[in-house]
């Protein structure tokens, strides 16, 4: 079910934690009446890390880019409900890049 623009408000810098529990300060659309993250938006992790692009009912869905918080890849392609799916690309921090399809992270 999608949500209709007046459904969200904009916040900043507004605190959250992802799917793996860490924490994080997003910018973007929220659901009015859930904040939860709807629409577009970027979450910004301590570490580094980031994810910035579409989101849906609080998982990253759409098309988007990542700094993986770990090691520092960088992807940027299409997601579904958190993982990489579909066409996009990985730059690992030693230059390789790698295109492709992904299916649910793989």
Request: charged content about 25%; proline content about 2%.
């Amino acid at each position: 079910q999608s949500m209709n623009t007046s459904d969200w408000i904009y916040v900043k810098e507004y605190k959250i934690k992802d799917p793996t529990g860490a924490d994080g300060k997003y910018t973007g659309n929220v659901g009015k009446f859930t904040g939860i993250p709807s629409g577009h938006g970027r979450l910004q992790f301590a570490n580094g890390g980031y994810y910035g692009g579409d989101w849906d009912r609080g998982l990253w869905s759409g098309y988007g880019r990542t700094r993986d918080k770990r090691n520092g890849d960088l992807y940027e392609g299409e997601f579904l409900d958190d993982c990489k799916h579909g066409k996009g690309s990985t730059v690992f921090v030693d230059g390789r890049t790698l295109h492709g399809r992904y299916i649910f992270g793989n």
